[in-house]
């Protein structure tokens, strides 16, 4: 049987981090919506044009398109052993469809490893986040000694002054829906939203572990490892 982790956790709990983690060690792929959305804008299929419709005209995504999304992705070869499935699934009908789904293929969900982390916490780690161009992060709440924050005005004049952190000159990089404060407690509000009903669905299966995403980050990992073994 293959190994089907459905990783959950709210903005700043570390699920890009740990997600890799878990490829590297149990050799599966890191299967998240937001990466097959963007995927589709490239293609040219009657799925894809399907999606890409939907988009265009502003609409969401309806459960059965996006159940068919995963699907599609969960037949490719380099997933014959599992997944770790990211930001699906959404609410219990897509949850009911992946227990079917798998359920006609011998195969089980194993484990919803749930990183908990504080929301206050969740909002400084998203807001005050940057990224050099090699990858690293660094965060003004947290900051080390070496970072040059400041606070410029927005050059246009247009929107409210921006934070700025240098790194031995380099301009350091902030995604755009985490320099708004408000757009960063909505997608806390989304998550919470859109997760605690999922949860329920899998605690009343017993699928559910939490693992405290306020420890750093090897010891998330070694929690992490020792759920999975125990499961797999």
Aim: charged share 25%; net charge negative.
């Amino acid at each position: 049987m293959g190994l089907y982790i459905i990783l959950m956790g709210v903005q700043g709990a570390g699920k890009g981090v740990q997600a890799g983690f878990i490829s590297d060690t149990y050799q599966i792929p890191h299967v998240s919506t937001g990466d097959l959305f963007r995927a589709m804008k490239t293609r040219e299929d009657e799925l894809a044009k399907r999606v890409q419709h939907i988009l265009a005209t502003g609409g969401l995504v309806d459960d059965a398109t996006t159940n068919e999304m995963v699907a599609e992705r969960l037949a490719q070869a380099d997933a014959k052993n599992g997944v770790i499935l990211d930001g699906y699934p959404r609410n219990q009908e897509q949850a009911a469809f992946l227990a079917n789904y798998l359920a006609e293929r011998g195969e089980k969900v194993n484990a919803v490893l749930l990183l908990n982390l504080d929301l206050f916490i969740a909002f400084k780690r998203a807001f005050g986040r940057v990224t050099a161009a090699n990858g690293d992060s660094y965060n003004y709440y947290y900051k080390q000694d070496d970072i040059d924050f400041s606070v410029e005005p927005e050059p246009s004049g247009k929107f409210p002054p921006r934070m700025v952190a240098k790194l031995n000159g380099e301009e350091l990089k902030r995604r755009n829906d985490d320099a708004d404060a408000m757009a960063v407690i909505k997608r806390i509000d989304i998550y919470l939203d859109e997760t605690m009903p999922v949860l329920a669905y899998f605690r009343d299966k017993g699928l559910v572990y939490e693992v405290d995403a306020e420890q750093d980050i090897p010891a998330v990992s070694a929690a992490i490892k020792q759920i999975i073994d125990k499961v797999k």
